[in-house]
């Protein structure tokens, strides 16, 4: 994949390396606060999820609040994995600045960290990572930017489905 080869050329000694475990960290709506749209939307990503092999961990929403603790959840799990020594390399594919004492932390007990964000805008969306963040990681990836390199651009344009306007929401990766 676009990450294993990007960790590949910046860490010495990974020649034979590989994404063992993924996970997204999502809130989630009941079905009962989600409409129609959101939760075809919601099931979709899952079976995009699934089939990457990329392991789901949802979170509930609180009734009233956008809030579902799972910043937190994310970096508890990267942070017990860091400290059992159980990875390498974690790549935070976020541009949240919140994320800066977990990248700090993982650096402290020799995990290397990378953050891999979208860098875009489109309309009122807009993609960024933090400036704090990408300086507190040992490196960076804007996978936006793959899509310009002649080398990339064929994988690049593979990872992402069609958007379909039915389904709502914005396109994912696949």
Not at 94 to 99: A, I, L
């Given at each position: 994949?676009?990450?294993?080869?990007?960790?590949?050329?910046?860490?010495?000694?990974?020649?034979?390396?590989?994404?063992?475990?993924?996970?997204?960290?999502?809130?989630?709506?009941?079905?009962?606060?989600?409409?129609e749209a959101q939760l075809r939307?919601?099931?979709?990503?899952?079976?995009?999820?699934?089939?990457?092999?990329?392991?789901?961990?949802?979170h509930p929403m609180s009734g009233s609040q956008a809030e579902s603790g799972t910043d937190v959840a994310l970096a508890v799990e990267a942070l017990e994995m860091g400290l059992a020594a159980k990875m390498d390399v974690a790549v935070l594919?976020?541009?949240?600045?919140?994320?800066?004492p977990l990248a700090r932390e993982l650096m402290k007990h020799g995990v290397s960290v990378m953050v891999a964000y979208f860098d875009y805008e489109d309309g009122e969306?807009?993609?960024?990572?933090?400036?704090r963040l990408l300086s507190a990681c040992n490196y960076e990836l804007n996978v936006n930017a793959l899509e310009a390199r002649k080398e990339t651009s064929a994988?690049?344009?593979?990872?992402?489905?069609?958007?379909?306007?039915?389904e709502g929401g914005s396109p994912t990766i696949t």
């Open positions: 994949t676009l990450i294993e080869e990007h960790v590949r050329a910046r860490e010495q000694g990974y020649t034979h390396n590989n994404i063992v475990y993924a996970a997204w960290f999502q809130g989630l709506f009941t079905s009962t606060q989600a409409d939307k919601e099931r979709n990503r899952y079976h995009d999820l699934m089939h990457a092999g990329i392991v789901a961990k949802y594919v976020t541009g949240d600045g919140d994320f800066v969306y807009k993609g960024f990572a933090n400036a994988s690049f344009r593979s990872l992402f489905r069609k958007y379909d306007p039915e």
